[in-house]
């Protein structure tokens, strides 16, 4: 269940015009079955929907509503409650009093130096990739790109951005180190969106899949140095990106 929140709009007496998420905004969301505790339910499937939404699309702020959300869910507003506590404990949700909670958005400053702290536990993730990972395991990283062959990135830009995600986040699974794992997720929401929105950037895809490709190689191959320096320099050159040419996070 998809959940507008600028449709509801006429439903959050208590918000003002200025609090209306920005159109097209949506949180994808369905109702959590019984058995499990609620709250840690709810708590999952809204910190899934944030990492989902494009949460950089507008400068508007984004402002969630407890009665939709329990509307979506299907349980009661107290787990909802609970949730977003915790949420906002991990720096995910903010509260403005008398105005509501609102979906935590990075300055640029913040969002350079979360890329930043990206690159230097994926690459020693990718150092671990080359001493644990399988060939087989490292194979797969390879047939992601397998649609692109025939191909531009720039022809097929959401796929290819899906895929330039998921290569990223297999490349720290690849590790198999729960601590870089644990460490890297709670910035990954917000890195996650700005790669998505630089992907289609300045002919990024393009020399995205280059990378990619190169890093494959290296890994293929068990070089350990060349793997960790590839991969540190290829978010490095993201945070660069950010840093010269995002001025809307501003």
Known sequence: MSVQPAQRQAEMSSATASDAPPPGLALSLQPINAGASLRDQAYAMLRQAIADAD????REEIRLDERVLSEALGVSRTPIREAMTLLE???FLRTVPRR???IMRKTKREIVEMIQMWAALESM?????????TDEEISRLRHMFDNFRDTTPAEHIQEYSDANIAFHQAIVQL???QIIMDTIKNIFIHVRAIRKMTISQSDRAARSIVDHLRIIEAL???DTELAERLVRQHSLDLADYVEKNCDFLD
Do not use: D, M, N, P
């Open 175 to 177: 590790s198999k180190s």
């Open 100 to 102: 509501g909670i609102y």
């Open 55 to 58: 949460i950089y699309q507008s």
């Open 220 to 222: 293929e191959k068990r």
């Open 89 to 91: 404990q991990e720096g």
């Open 125 to 133: 993730a990718a150092r671990l990739a080359t001493l644990h990972a």
